[in-house]
């Protein structure tokens, strides 16, 4: 039975029932929204297209369905609903066999309900544990949509244009603003109001401590930092494999993707896209030596003009930096937690637990240990090991081409974000962020799978020619 006559009817009767009790200007709005539910109930793919835009554009957007969560997180949760009723009704293929990282994960996210259950039952802490499970849950999800929904590479390609138009909208918003009143970041804060953020207040006073560096939608600089580490590649390789628009958007991502870093002042996201960047290098992938060249140029001239950045590259070499001697703090701290929590803490709160003398930690690795215990941090490990040996290079040198240029843009994303994980901990379980982390990893996953599988020949019949 189609999706569409019981769609219809249950609409039908839910819009009169509004007419009868609500205003007009609010049933129009009731009405727009609705039929963008129903829009992505038929069609899965345009909710996670629409995912890709919002998630990085306003990835804090809020939205009541009976909790408050973000509309990306709301758009996943309406996706998977939209293929659950597809399958029931039969209007999806048939899902192709697990690949065994995705089958890894899936045991990885089984095994986070042992720290859950722990952390809800021993941590004396104010917190909603299941709901953040829950939310943590459904982010890594994202990976299981890709080979459901993005079984093409056209369908692909698709996706990478919705994640490209959505970053140049969040530069577009950030980084004018920020030139504008650099020391001021209420002008970011009304519009971010204005745009469904909730808790403004609460951003605000995030804010206050980084006045001198840029935010955005991502709020924390080192959060904005880190998205565009990971999403600055992908935008490089696909503008200069494509022609007219699409080229322009790679570009143009591309190119204030690296002002937009700079400006936030996020040193680890800088040092994990230049050593990944050396190592595209030492593969002899076209246009790297030119774009670490131009980099270095373009980063000369910012770091002349632009104080703050001054300021965070001379910290480097400062004993009294205050963020380095944190974290060193954090190091020392450490095994503390490791020896009081060790199945971890759960998700009923972050680090560091309530009513200790702990410190948190500013890794993504060791914040795993605390979450999830040491257990955890190596079921973590298997699954981008696996990841890893399914998508590596096969070649010594690689070379940069249209056909390729999706699987090694992802690639080199999700490098740095790995690598910037020694750095800080924002790929780990900072919503909606790390769910753009493992969509991008499915995609990487299966471009490798469609390059690097051996096409069996064409057979061709006897006595005639191909």
């Not at 629409?50 to 998630?55: D, E, R, S």
């Not at 992938?285 to 300021?311: K, N, S």
């Not at 469609?450 to 069996?456: G, M």
Request: overall charge positive.
């Amino acid at each position: 039975m189609p999706l569409a006559l019981p769609m219809a009817l249950l609409c039908s009767l839910f819009f009169g029932v509004l007419a009868w009790l609500l205003p007009a200007p609010k049933v129009l709005a009731a009405m727009v929204g609705v039929a963008g539910i129903c829009t992505v109930l038929r069609k899965p793919l345009w909710g996670l297209l629409l995912f890709a835009f919002i998630a990085t554009f306003l990835p804090y957007t809020t939205v009541n369905v009976g909790i408050r969560t973000t509309v990306s997180e709301a758009l996943v949760l309406l996706v998977w609903g939209s293929v659950m009723a597809q399958n029931m009704f039969g209007q999806l293929p048939r899902a192709p066999a697990r690949l065994r990282t995705e089958r890894l994960l899936l045991a990885f996210m089984l095994f986070s309900l042992l720290p859950f259950l722990v952390g809800q039952f021993t941590i004396a802490a104010t917190g909603n544990g299941p709901v953040n499970w829950i939310r943590w849950l459904l982010n890594l999800s994202v990976l299981f949509l890709v080979p459901r929904l993005l079984d093409t590479e056209a369908k692909r390609e698709q996706l990478v244009v919705g994640i490209l138009l959505g970053t140049l909208a969040l530069l577009l918003l950030s980084i004018p603003l920020y030139i504008k009143n650099h020391t001021n970041a209420d002008s970011l804060v009304d519009v971010l109001g204005k745009l469904g953020y909730g808790s403004v207040g609460d951003v605000s006073k995030t804010l206050e401590g980084f006045s001198s560096r840029m935010s955005s939608p991502w709020i924390h600089p080192n959060i904005t930092g880190g998205a565009m580490a990971l999403l600055v590649p992908v935008a490089a390789c696909y503008g200069l494999t494509r022609e007219g628009w699409r080229q322009g958007l790679g570009i143009a991502v591309a190119l204030l993707g690296l002002l937009g870093l700079l400006l936030t002042g996020s040193r680890g996201a800088l040092i994990s896209l230049v050593i990944v960047l050396m190592w595209l290098a030492r593969k002899r992938v076209p246009y790297t030596g030119r774009v670490l060249m131009a980099g270095a140029v373009a980063g000369a001239l910012v770091l002349i003009f632009y104080p703050p950045l001054q300021e965070r590259v001379l910290d480097l070499f400062s004993s009294t930096d205050a963020s380095t001697s944190v974290r060193f703090d954090e190091y020392a701290n450490f095994p503390r937690a490791m020896l009081m929590y060790p199945l971890g803490i759960g998700f009923k709160v972050d680090p560091p637990v309530p009513g200790t003398d702990l410190s948190g930690i500013s890794n993504l690795y060791l914040n795993d240990i605390y979450k999830l215990g040491l257990l955890g941090l190596i079921m973590f490990l298997v699954v981008i090991r696996s990841w890893w040996k399914a998508v590596r290079p096969p070649q010594k040198t690689l070379t940069l081409t249209r056909d390729n240029a999706l699987w090694l843009g992802s690639l080199t994303g999700l490098l740095a974000a790995l690598v910037s994980g020694l750095f800080d901990h924002y790929f780990s379980f900072t919503m909606v962020l790390i769910a753009l982390f493992w969509l991008l990893l499915g995609l990487n996953l299966h471009e490798a799978k469609r390059l690097f599988t051996p096409r069996e020949p064409v057979a061709v019949a006897q006595g005639k020619h191909p």
